[in-house]
């Protein structure tokens, strides 16, 4: 079993949507919890980062982390076709050594 | 402020030769990470440097991968012998060090390598 779970999509969506992005996890150790973007043949890029439970928000993107369900979530606001990305969760222990799931592809139609 | 660069941006060897792979971290960043996505998987971790000093290695997959940061500055990852299976792309991350264990890590934009 994987150790972080997340759908590789492709998750087609009209511009203006609201995007809901999901990873869960098996390992209770992990304590902080990140989003990429990955446009393509570029590097990921950090859009989000939190520590233990709860929602942080950063304009149009809010991250949430339910650490009792062992569940991540990135929420997109009025999408844009400039959000189409593939979105990376990544976790870890300690701030190190990072645990990434398979990445969701989101294709954002104008 | 210069981001993480690597180079090349995309190698292609045959079965059995050699190629180093080249990281420069921010400056002033003491940790450096290499990860690898081979083909249809997750990004994966393959080791960490605070400095020059090789911190967790523990994802390198074989004896065939060396890794060094000389002078804590950049970072070269060699493969010898290459094979099939090491085709893939390779991350260079870096991150400040923090005393509170939060990490953010910047990535390159990776070294594409295909092995024939």
């Known amino acids: 079993q994987k150790e972080v779970e997340q759908d590789p999509g492709p998750l087609s969506v009209p511009e203006g949507a609201i995007v809901s992005l999901n990873c869960t996890y098996s390992?209770?150790?992990?304590?902080?919890f990140m989003w990429y973007r990955q446009y393509s043949r570029k590097g990921p890029e950090l859009l989000m980062y939190t520590y233990s439970s709860g929602n942080k928000e950063d304009g149009r993107f809010t991250a949430q982390v339910d650490k009792s369900s062992k569940y991540i979530s990135l929420f997109i606001r009025d999408s844009q076709p400039s959000d189409s990305a593939t979105y990376l969760c990544a976790m870890t222990p300690y701030g190190n050594k990072l645990v990434f799931g398979a990445g969701t592809i989101l294709r954002v139609k104008s | 402020e210069a981001g993480v660069t690597q180079f090349p941006s995309h190698s292609v060897i045959e079965k059995g030769q050699t190629v180093t792979l080249r990281c420069d971290p921010i400056s002033g960043h003491d940790n450096l990470y290499w990860y690898r996505r081979v083909m249809g998987k997750e990004i994966k971790f393959l080791l960490h440097f605070v400095k020059e000093s090789k911190q967790d290695e523990s994802g390198m997959p074989n004896n065939r991968f060396l890794a060094e940061r000389t002078g804590g500055t950049y970072s070269t990852l060699k493969v010898q012998p290459a094979e099939l299976e090491d085709s893939g792309v390779y991350f260079c991350a870096s991150s400040p060090r923090l005393a509170d264990n939060s990490d953010t890590q910047y990535f390159g934009p990776g070294t594409r390598l295909t092995v024939l």
């Open positions: 390992n209770s150790a992990f304590q902080y």
